[in-house]
C-alpha cells in the first residue's frame, strides 16, 4: 500500500473499492455472473472489477460488453485470431473489434453468460486478457518488424513477453500488480524509428549503445538501451517521457520494470485520480530520488545514460511489402481503416496468414496489420487476394496515416463520432487533393486523448461547440506532433470547428502546411498548358 493510500482517509471511490475487494478477485466468480446476468450483479463489480479480466461494462451497448486482450508485442497467431474471430462472429452484426493503438485487440458486443466458454477458448489457444484494463499495466509494445528487419537493433519479441509474464503471472493474473495508483504503459524499441512511440509510454526503454569501461574500454560499443520515464496524456495535462539518466542491458529489463512498478505502487500518489499518473511522483520527489528508490528496489546502481540514443530514423508505417532478414521471405503490412475487423475479416486473415506465411500475425500501433514470412514464389498470387482490395498495401496518403478512437459508437466518454467520420472526410479530401506526402491524422473523441492527437501531424480532439445558438459536434485542432527521431508532442493551434465546417478547414491546413494542392487548380494548369 501507498504512504499517501494508508494515510489519507478520504480514499477516493477507486481506491476504496480496490481495498475493499481486489479487482481480480473477479476471476474466480465469472461462473457466477454468468449464471446471474448483467442486470443482476454488484454494480462495483459489472462497471469496475470486470477490467481486471479485460472485460468492460459500455454504458452506450448495456448489456453487450468489450473485451481487452492482451497481445505482447502486437503479435498473434492464426490460431489466436480464428479464436478472437469466433467470439465475434457470435455476436452476428453487432460483433467486431478494433485494432488499438497498442498493437492490441478489443472485441464488442460480449455477453456476460457466454464468458466462461470464451475464457475457455481463449485458454486453449494460449490468449489472455488479464489485468487489461483500469490500475494495471496495459498491453506492452514492442518494435512491430522484430526479428524480420534487417536494420534492427534488438529483437524485442523476447523481452516484451517475459515482462508480460512476470507482471501477469503468465496471463494467470499476479496480484503483486493489480493495485497500482493508475493505468501504466511499456514500450521497448528494438529499431532506429522508434515505432513505439517510446515518448508517451510511462515506461520506455530505447536502444543505445554504451562505451565499454575499465577492462571492457577496449571493447566494442556494448549494445542495452536508455530507459525514459513519466510520459502520459490526460485530459489536463501531457508529457513527454523524460531521460532517467539510466543504461540498461538487455538482461536487466525485466527487473528494471519490476524495480519501476513497485516503486510507483508503493509511493504513487492515489489521493487524486487527476495526479496520480507516474510523472506526478517523478515531479514530487525529483528525477534523483526516484532514480535511487528505483535502484534500492533493483538491488544495484543504474549505469548512466549512454550519451545518445540510436533512434535516427523517421518512423515508417511498414503498410507495403518489404523484404526481410530472412533471404527469400517478405513481410507485407495491410492497412485496415481506422482498425475495425469484422468477423468474416478476421477468419480472412487468419487464413492468408496460414496460406501464405507462417500462420503469424502482427498489429502495429498504427491500428493496421502486418503478415510475415510469405515467400517471394507466394508474393505476387498473395497480392491478388481479393482482401488485399479493402486492406490495401498502397492506400491513398491521407487514408494510409489515419488513426482513430473508439468514439460515441462505443465509448460513453465520446464528444463525438470519431471512426466514421474521420473515413467519411479523408476520403472526400483524397478526392479533392493531390498529396506529396502522408500526413498522419489522428482522431480522438473526447480530451481523454486516447487517439493521440498530439503525436500527430494534424491532431482532432472531440468538443462540443455552439453553432447558430444549438450545440453540435465539433473538434479543437492539434499539430506539430512528431514521431520518430526527435519525437515532441504537438498544441493545440485552433479551437472549435464545428465537425460539418472542418474539411474547408483541414483542406487549407494541408495546402498551407503540408503541401497539397487542389485537384481543380492542377487540372486547370494542365489545361493551360496544353492550350499555349
Ligand atoms: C482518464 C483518461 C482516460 C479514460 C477515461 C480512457 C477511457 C478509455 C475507454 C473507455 C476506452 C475503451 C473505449 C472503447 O473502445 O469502448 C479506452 C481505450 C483506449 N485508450 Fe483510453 N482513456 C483515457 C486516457 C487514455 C490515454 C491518455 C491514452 C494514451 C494516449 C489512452 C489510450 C487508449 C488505448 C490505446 C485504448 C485502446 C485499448 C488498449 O489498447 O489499451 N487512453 N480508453
Ligand atoms: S478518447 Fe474519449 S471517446 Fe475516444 S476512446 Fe478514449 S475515452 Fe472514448
Redesign the pocket.
Known sequence: MTDTATTTTSLNKFEKFKAEKDGLAVKGEIEKFAALGWEAMDETDRDHRLKWVGV?F?PVTPGKF?M?MRLPNGILTSSQMRALAGVVQRYGDDGNA?I???Q?I?L?GIRIEDLPDIFNRFHAVGLTSVQ??MDNI??ITGDPVAGLDADELYDTREVVQQIQDMLTNKGEGNPEFTNLPR?F?IAIAGGRDNSVHAE?NDLAFVPAFKEGTGEESSQSPIFGFNVLVGG????KRCEAAIPLNAWVSPEDVVAVCRAVLEVYRDHGLRANRQKSRLMWLIDEWGLEKFRQEVENRLGKPLLPAAPKDEIDWEKRDHIGVYKQKQPGLNYVGLHIPVGRLYAEDMFEIARLAEVYGSGEIRFTVEQNIIIPNIPDSRLATFLTEPLLERFSIDPGLLTRSLVS??GSQ????ALIETKNRALGIIKALEAELILTANVRIHWTGCP???G?PQVADIGLMGTKVRKNGKAVEGVDIYMGGKVGKDAHLGACVIKGIPCEDLQPVLQNLLIEHFGAKPKQEALVTHWSIDHN
Open positions: 468492460f459500455r468489450m481487452r478494433d488499438t493503438t497498442r492490441n478489443q464488442r487489461s484494463g496495459r498491453n493505468k504503459n508517451i502520459f496524456f490526460s485530459a478512437c473508439t462505443f465509448c460513453n466518454f481523454n486523448s486516447c493521440q
